[in-house]
């Protein structure tokens, strides 16, 4: 082919570029600090991470109630805003573990908020007691999962960066229902924004 001998500047070094890319992408693919790593625990981080990201959206969503200017409730509002940091903060240590152990990121669409109207204060917090205990739930049943595959390094990584917390903050938003139920509506939850969750 008279074109193509013509112009081997122009073929031949783009054809061994697109060689080197795939080679080099093949071996990058394979880690090499991955050890005692099942696929299933490194299946089950990925999960964790969209449970981690769709527990931060569903704290986004208290946020946005309470700082409507029909709620107006600013204590409430910092107080979800905190832990929807928390959770998007305990989504990039699964992001960071992932890679420290040699598994993949494999990111996941995050589903909408089951609920973004709340009835009450009492309503919003119940809610936020009900979405810690599932994902205290996902975190023990990714512990077991390690345990099952005699992984020590992922338990103890659990346990140490996650597990009490979990049970601290289940703790508080019980301590809160229970002060809602007693302050009742209206007056009650504006004095509690003020009182408790402002100082």
Known sequence: NAEYMGH?????????KITRISRNQS???????????????EAGVNKQINME??????YQALVAYFDRDTVGL?????????????????????IEYQNLRGGR???DAIPKPEKQEFDSCLDA????????????QSLLDLHALADKHGDAQMTDFIEGN?????????????DYVAQLKLAGPGLGEYLFDRETLSS
């Open 8 to 16: 081997p500047q122009k073929n031949i070094p783009h054809i061994l």
């Open 27 to 41: 071996i990058m693919s394979k880690s090499l600090c991955r050890q005692n790593y099942h696929e299933e625990s």
């Open 53 to 58: 990201m769709y527990a931060c959206t569903c």
């Open 74 to 94: 600013k204590g409430f509002r910092d107080f979800f805003k905190k832990a929807s940091d928390e959770e998007k903060e305990h989504a990039d240590k699964f």
């Open 105 to 107: 990121v494999l990111l």
């Open 125 to 136: 917090m119940k809610t936020a007691l009900d979405l810690e205990r599932t994902v205290n």
């Open 162 to 174: 996650f597990l009490q917390e979990q049970v601290d903050a289940i703790k508080e938003l019980s």
